[in-house]
């Protein structure tokens, strides 16, 4: 089990830039595969961007391609979402969540381990 704290989130204009951060306890961490998911008020939960024990591999959403960066830092038990060029549609509740499956897993079901949640909003 990995336990994860989320942060970073806030209220920003359209445009700008933000970085979360999710940081993990336990000495496992980098066991893990990690991903950020996503949810606005009466939609899914939605995949946003993972990436691979090593941090080799990434994988992103189609509405994120471009504009968000995943990466970890083993060193730290930290893994980030740089997310650029802000758009209203971004606003939603942000999850970190860690992962044993097999590749990197696209599909909340696959992920057994998840943060609380930081707000992000972007006004127009």
């Known amino acids: 089990q990995v336990q994860l704290v989320e942060s970073g989130g806030g209220l920003v204009q359209t445009g700008v830039s933000l970085r979360l951060s999710c940081a993990a306890s336990?000495?496992?961490?980098?066991?893990?595969?990690m991903g950020w998911f996503r949810q606005a008020p009466g939609k899914e939960r939605e995949f946003v961007a993972g990436?691979?024990?090593?941090?080799?591999?990434?994988m992103y959403g189609d509405s994120v391609k471009g504009r968000f960066t995943i990466s970890r830092d083993n060193a730290k038990n930290t893994v980030y979402l740089q997310m650029n060029s802000l758009k209203p549609e971004d606003t939603a509740v942000y999850y970190c969540?860690?992962?044993?499956?097999?590749?990197?897993?696209?599909?909340?079901?696959?992920?057994?381990?998840w943060g609380q949640g930081t707000q992000v909003t972007v006004s127009a």
């Open positions: 990436i691979s024990q090593n941090g080799y591999s990434t």
């Open positions: 969540a860690a992962s044993l499956r097999v590749g990197v897993p696209v599909h909340p079901i696959f992920y057994d381990n």
């Open positions: 336990g000495r496992t961490f980098h066991t893990y595969k």
